[in-house]
């Protein structure tokens, strides 16, 4: 189930944050390698302040299964205090009220099934429509080159930023996103999405935690509860390789500049 | 100048290729990796399964989009072979 955490609804959330942030230390530090802040096993940012949101899909064991931070970007954002450096000149200006940034996506949910990958493509279209009715009509980002097939695969309509370069865990490249009516539209229907995608609770209407209120208000709602990803199964993966060497491995394969770019060339021309 | 029409390539040759190319992103020998096996045993993720789609795209020539379901709904590489050779033979996807 995606669930939509803001400034409104936080309190009701405090133990799902926690786990939300030791879930982001698994995936950002000790599986990518990203030399992050940790403190009490929790990746936290200075972007992690009260005007984040979060869209968190939790599993049927109610762990984090996936998320994606968005913030706007008026004041601060990470593309402008990180990467500016990356940014073509004359661009629209980040800072100007209409555009908010997308950081932090990870999913845990493994496999390559369509409803895998519709429940992907749920936590991607979630920060569309939240931007859309907040009269937003762009997002930018800062994304590893690999996740760009990826993000246009689910629907996103994205223009690259310059050229990829490395960032210090990888090749990475700026973006920008469009939000509108018609990317939302056509997202939706390519992957069957309820709209809107992300339940918000406002109180717990006397359930015992936010799962069984966020179960209660689905009950007759399928579109909405197939959202739910199913626990992890204990299958390993083959030949003990296991998901971290492949990543691994996959990435010494783009650490060749030439090659990377040459994939976001041919992804650039795509999208 | 004369165009060619694009070789279509066979089951047989795009079963060869998925296992390729998934021994090379699980550090496995090509034998290891059968064409009775699921992507998804070799811990490939979306990722990389996107990755080799449009990899196989590039391979094939092909001008339009390989939707994710013809490989990746497939019990087994080699289904998702057979697949992929048929819809490029009966024309549903254009080369």
Redesign the interface.
Known sequence: MLHLITSHNRHLYSLELDALHRARKVVFVDELGWQLRVEDGMERDEYDDERAMHIVGFDSAEDVAMSIRVRPADDRSMLADHFSHHLPRGMRAIDDGRTWEVSRGFSRERGLKRAVLMRKAACMIAPLEMALEAGVDRYVGFTDVRLLGLYYHIGWKIDLLGDPMPYGEGDGVAYQAEVSNAVVRDIRQTWGLPAPACIELTSLNGAATVHAAAQAMVRDDPARAQLMAPAPGSQAPRGGAGRIAALAKARSTTANPSTAQQSVQTLSTKL | MTVSPPHIRSADEIEDWFRQHVA?????PVS?VPGS?D?????????????M??ALE?WLGLSE?LP??Y???ASSISEAAQRVSVALRDGTIAS
């Open positions: 090379a992103v699980a550090g496995l290891d096996a992507f998804e045993s070799f811990g490939i993720d979306s990722i990389q399964g996107v990755d789609v449009t590039a989009d994710l379901e490989v990746f709904e």
